[in-house]
């Protein structure tokens, strides 16, 4: 219970430290004056662009971010088995198509970067079947909602897990049959191996007409756990551990740079040497103060600005090279917000600067493969034990399921194409993968198909004039193709006739 009020307490500093309100902390108890009146949040884009990394460059679409394949294990697999299994991974591709799989893995992405994690719960649910789709949902809990226990050494395997949070009166009703006397109610799952009760209240709550307890599907708790960055203990460790601070003495220092700025510019200036000082409106109707005659023996009267505080170089470079630390601290090397000393750089070194964030990437891709493959398995076992599609139990034997990732940094397109081209001149790759491969080609087979016949209809056609000809369709001797090249005139009588 200790580890769980820890981890909660870790969770609200690290929602402050994201959404910045901190930043709106005052000066004092007793001066309500805003301390960071700058509110530069340093590590909000820091998020979102792991977030983004982690995903890579996908494709524009419906589809899930990462997609999951399954396939027989050995060489000596049968066509049965990989018809079986391309069956398998178009059942799991489609559960997190028709559940928001895109969005929810897109959210999940961020909320690991915060929280350090994310869960996901995939339930049986036939109230799906009614919209055509298959009954099996998936579920996105906010980590400080999900209470788990997990195997001392087996962190993916867990003994036990609660979810808890509060919920409106309308929805225990509406979503859960229950009715409830207060504004509020508490929702709670509690999940076993060998048993589960989800209430509202303390009552058990019920779904389509179902009472929620019973057994759990295959004997396992359903959720999974998804780490940021796991070093030793269950709980991942947020991208914002330990920022804090750093992220306060930036905006003191640039507010330093602002104040001596702010000063200088409200600066009153001083009158010198007169007596007496007059406004004086021109013809045009410009305002001019007139300070007088200067005095017998005394300086011309004028108008001075006392020496300010001017801002050093030592000043406005300490607040920036704050910033590159908070920044290098979060493994995003200035190429990654469009700085790179203004000149033009290659693929590979750009690639090269990003190693500290590429290297992190890796690692956050590392957790989330074998939390991915879990969820699959789960869907998979779900089908099998509710007879879904035809999915048995012996179908999930001896399969491996893995996830297609897309690439990290953008990557030029023409060259890609290239290499498709000469593997697939070399015979080291099948055309349907290559289609797959492009990523703008949303049915493979179909366009495969598509493809043959073209192929058919131009053999009908028979060869070309010029097919074939390197040349470009005239003749090595300067003839048109499909004609030979005109002789010589020659005369039609003798000299003599």
Same mark, same amino acid.
């Given at each position: 219970?200790?580890? %769980? @009020? &820890? ?16 930043? &709106? ?22 998020? !979102?662009?792991?977030? @983004? ?24 697999? +049968? ?14 591709? #489609?559960? %997190? ?22 869960? /996901?719960?995939?339930? /049986? ?11 099996? #949902?998936? &579920? ?21 897990? $609660? ?43 019920? %779904? ?26 269950? /709980? ?13 003495? $930036? ?15 409200? !600066?009153?200036? =001083? ?8 406004? #004086? *409106? ?14 017998? @023996? ?32 979060? /493994? ?16 590979? *070194?750009?690639?090269?600067?990003? $190693? ?12 989330? *493969? ?11 076992? $779900?089908? =099998? ?19 297609? %990732? ?26 349907? =993968?290559?289609? &797959? ?9 179909? =366009? ?43 005369? +039609? ?5």
């Amino acid at each position: 219970m200790s580890l %769980w @009020g &820890d981890q909660r307490q870790k969770y609200w500093t690290y929602w402050q430290h994201f959404d910045g309100s901190w930043l &709106d902390d005052p000066v004092s108890s007793s001066d309500s004056t805003a301390k960071y009146p700058l509110k530069l949040n340093p590590f909000n884009m820091v998020c !979102m662009l792991h977030a @983004g990394f982690l995903f890579g460059e996908v494709q524009d679409g419906n589809d899930p971010l990462v997609t999951a394949v399954v396939e027989p294990w050995g060489r000596g697999s +049968s066509d049965e088995q990989r018809d079986t299994a391309s069956r398998l991974t178009d059942i799991v591709n #489609r559960v %997190w198509t028709e559940n928001s799989g895109r969005a929810l893995q897109q959210e999940g992405g961020l909320i690991t970067q915060i929280l350090g994690g994310c869960v /996901y719960g995939a339930a /049986y649910d036939d109230t799906l079947e009614a919209e055509g789709r298959l009954p099996i #949902r998936i &579920d996105h809990v906010m980590p400080e909602y999900f209470f788990p226990v997990s195997a001392p050494t087996q962190y993916w395997q867990l003994l036990e897990a $609660i979810v808890c949070f509060e919920i409106t009166k309308l929805q225990a009703r509406l979503m859960y049959d229950t009715t409830v006397s207060s504004d509020h109610a508490l929702y709670q799952e509690h999940w076993k191996k060998d048993s589960y009760e989800i209430s509202v209240d303390g009552a058990v709550a019920k %779904w389509g007409g179902h009472a929620l307890s019973g057994a759990p599907v295959g004997g396992i708790v359903p959720y999974t756990y998804i780490p940021h960055i796991r070093v030793g203990e269950f /709980y991942g460790i947020s991208l914002l551990a330990g920022k804090d601070e750093i992220a306060q003495e $930036i905006n003191e220092r640039y507010a330093d740079v602002g104040d001596i700025v702010s000063e200088n510019a409200r !600066m009153l200036p =001083a009158v010198k040497n007169s007596g007496k000082i007059t406004v #004086r *409106t021109l013809s045009h109707g410009v305002t001019i103060l007139d300070l007088g005659r200067s005095a017998p @023996g005394m300086d011309p009267p004028e108008i001075t600005y006392p020496t300010g505080i001017q801002p050093n170089v030592a000043t406005i470079s300490w607040a920036t090279e704050l910033m590159n630390l908070a920044r290098t601290e979060a /493994y995003c090397p200035p190429v990654c917000f469009g700085i790179d000393e203004g000149s033009q750089r290659s693929g590979l *070194t750009l690639a090269l600067r990003m $190693i500290p964030l590429l290297v992190h990437i890796r690692q956050e891709r590392t957790l989330w *493969t074998p939390g991915l493959n879990q969820i699959a398995r789960h869907i998979l076992a $779900i089908c =099998a034990d509710k007879e879904i599609e035809g999915v048995t139990k012996a179908d999930l034997k001896n399969v491996r399921i893995w996830q297609e %990732w897309a690439p990290i940094m953008p990557r030029g397109r023409d060259g890609m194409i290239n290499e498709l081209i000469l593997r697939l001149n070399a015979g080291l790759i099948d055309p349907e =993968a290559a289609l &797959d491969r492009l990523g703008d080609i949303r049915d493979t087979k179909t =366009a495969m198909n598509l493809i043959k016949e073209w192929m058919e209809f131009q053999a009908e056609l028979g060869p070309q004039p010029g097919e074939g000809n390197p040349f470009g369709g005239t003749g090595s001797r300067g003839e048109q193709a499909g004609m030979s090249r005109p002789s010589a005139p020659t005369a +039609s009588s003798t000299q003599e006739e």
